[in-house]
């Protein structure tokens, strides 16, 4: 009989990717996937603990799933991912939920079908959050789930202890990928049909540092897999801003597959905050950066990260993020209200502010946002830009800009998941309205 999995993913595209590996092993285990819980013989979690909120969800979904187990003996739960590697938690889980049967912290996930065999041949729970290896995690297949597009890791892990930034924590030391192996993965998807790859990395500007060759291994990678053969999009997360070299950047200027867009998270624009966060960069440093970007590549599309509310940030402090917002124009800004996380250095700081003033804060920047994004968008009126169609919908086709944009394409005589031409000729909402020319 067949059976089935569901894989409930939280967090970011690393945790997506992560994601399509697990199911890459169910896939070959014999498994299908279903949206079904009731249908469900394996269940995963593949958590976040970034912020509370991500971990609260993963907590009550899957609390929720307890009177379905009690009907489906047989159902095996797994839970995984950054919130299982969290001591803490992982044992709470374990207390908590004894109807959970693998727990799985994030440095042996790729040993996931070893533990799930084991689970069905013992019915025994399996409890393995490890501390971390100095070696590369084992690269499994993936069962691909995101249509045209295709993740590639190219690190793992980050060095650079953000004082509000659990990461480090639970993802352990900067690890990168052999550049041939990279390159080879990238060829392989271009010939069999992806029309973008977006490369994964919690700080890709320090991609093979840890080779200790001299060189600036991440420009000398984005030019190898641009210089491969195809109709592709190529485009990368996520760059920081002590770390993003002018070689870089000219690497993507010169290049005829890697997007024009680049998300450079800045947190805040306040340099007292930015020195209290451990980010290693001024305000000046930072604007100067996006100068240099623009100088080479006129038409980027930036996006950022900011987090409001970070302990003792003042009113002033505040206002100098919308100040950078403004200058900056970005064109999509992910904004968050500052989460405490245990085992960060300011967890323990003073000044914690109150969520009423957080949220107040957040209200602002994202109304400003708003309206930074409505002057950029009409920008695109008239202009004639690349578009990848992506699917076809009650007769309407949509696709994408470069830089991720929806556009409604008009005129297309024959859909098929591919690069086209059109002029943008109207605005709705968040989408834009184009022709397709000839
Ligand atoms: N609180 C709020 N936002 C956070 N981020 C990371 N840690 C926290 C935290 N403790 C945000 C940062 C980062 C993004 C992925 O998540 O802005 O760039
Ligand atoms: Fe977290 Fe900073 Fe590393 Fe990004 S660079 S993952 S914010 S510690």
Not at 42 to 58: D, P, S
Not at 148 to 177: L, Q
Request: proline share 3%; charged share 30%.
């Amino acid at each position: 009989m067949q059976k089935f999995y569901k894989i409930v993913t939280f967090g970011c595209q690393m945790n997506v990717h992560e994601s399509e590996k697990l199911a890459g092993v169910l896939e070959s285990m014999g498994y299908r996937a279903t949206e079904d819980e009731t249908q469900a013989d394996v269940v995963v979690f593949n958590t976040c603990c970034v912020r509370e909120a991500a971990e609260q969800k993963a907590m009550g979904n899957i609390g929720a799933l307890k009177p379905l187990k009690k009907k489906k003996k047989d159902m095996i739960i797994a839970v995984c991912g950054c919130m299982t590697q969290e001591k803490k938690r992982a044992e709470e889980i374990y207390k908590k939920f004894p109807f959970v049967n693998i727990i799985l912290g994030t440095h042996n996930t790729y040993k996931f079908k070893e533990y799930l065999e084991q689970v069905l041949a013992t019915k025994k729970r399996v409890y393995q959050v490890v501390p971390e290896e100095p070696c590369l995690p084992v690269e499994v297949e993936s069962y691909r789930t995101s249509g045209y597009n295709a993740w590639v890791n190219i690190m793992y892990g980050c060095n650079n202890f953000c004082t509000y930034c659990i990461v480090p924590y639970v993802r352990g030391r900067e690890k990168s990928r052999p550049m041939e192996d990279i390159v080879a993965e990238c060829k392989k998807l271009i010939a069999d049909g992806y029309k973008e790859i977006t490369l994964l990395g919690q700080n890709v500007n320090s991609y093979g540092n840890t080779f200790n060759n001299g060189k600036n291994n991440f420009a000398e990678l984005l030019r190898q897999i641009d210089a491969l053969d195809g109709n592709f999009n190529l485009k990368f997360l996520t760059s920081h801003p002590k770390d993003l070299s002018e070689e870089v950047v000219k690497v993507i200027a010169e290049s005829k597959h890697i997007s024009h867009m680049i998300h450079l998270p800045v947190q805040c624009g306040s340099d007292r905050i930015l020195k209290l966060m451990n980010r290693n960069y001024t305000v000046e440093h930072y604007i100067k950066t996006i100068e240099m970007i623009r100088k080479y590549i006129p038409d980027v599309n930036l996006s950022t990260d900011i987090i409001v509310g970070f302990p003792t940030e003042t009113e002033e402090d505040f206002e100098m993020t919308l100040d950078l917002m403004k200058k900056v124009q970005y064109n999509t800004a992910f904004c968050f209200i500052y989460s405490k996380r245990t085992g960060t250095p300011a967890e323990k700081m003073d000044g914690q502010v109150p969520l009423a003033t957080k949220r107040e804060r957040v209200n602002r920047l994202l109304a400003l946002q708003r309206e930074i994004e409505k002057n950029i968008f009409n920008r695109f009126l008239g202009q004639t830009i690349k578009v990848l169609m992506t699917s076809r919908k009650e007769g309407k086709v949509l696709g994408k800009t470069d830089c991720g944009i929806n556009v409604i394409i008009e005129g297309v005589k024959e859909f098929k998941v591919d690069f086209v031409t059109v002029k943008i000729k109207d605005i709705k909402n968040t989408k834009l309205i184009g022709e397709i020319v000839e």
